[in-house]
């Protein structure tokens, strides 16, 4: 191709400029430390966000002996819950909190107890509730799966 057959082809240059750019951004320089480097301070907003705090299923099967359990929200399907859930858990699908957020009657500083079969859900449905203003959410370890090899109370409707 010459010059001049080039020139006149303006997606030969804009693919010619976007692969540039691809590699430069491949190259590019990262805020990596190195092996061995001293960390400098970090500022407030630089810090990672922490989740909730984990709950064992142990400390919560205790609790709830105790009558003493928090809020337990289980975020599975309906039918998930009805195959077996933590006894007394609140059970609202992950994927239908923000519409049901008036069903959770606790304070949003109240401690909840969040759970799904292994986690993914969980994650999610607190999120939502963090940004609804929910602060004081526990992750349940190891969720219902690791709740039910346990052997800790599963509860049917």
Not at 13 to 34: E, G, N, R, V, Y
Not at 54 to 71: C, H, M, W
Request: proline share 8%; aromatic share 8%; net charge negative.
């Amino acid at each position: 191709m010459t010059r001049q057959t080039m020139s006149r082809r303006p997606n030969f240059w804009l693919i010619t400029s976007l692969l540039a750019l691809a590699l430069a951004a491949c190259t590019a320089p990262t805020d990596d430390p190195k092996p061995g480097a001293v960390p400098t301070s970090v500022t407030a907003e630089e810090k990672p966000v922490a989740g909730p705090k984990k709950i064992t299923a142990e400390e919560l099967n205790e609790r709830i002996q105790q009558s003493q359990a928090p809020l337990i929200l289980d975020v599975r399907t309906e039918e998930e819950y009805e195959l077996g859930h933590i006894p007394g858990a609140l059970n609202i699908p992950y994927n239908e909190l923000s519409s049901r957020l008036r069903e959770i009657e606790v304070a949003k500083t109240e401690e909840i107890v969040v759970y799904c079969f292994a986690g993914k859900r969980a994650k999610i449905a607190e999120t939502t509730l963090d940004n609804y203003g929910y602060v004081n959410l526990r992750d349940l370890d190891g969720h219902f799966k690791y709740w039910r090899r346990g052997g800790h109370p599963v509860e049917k409707p």
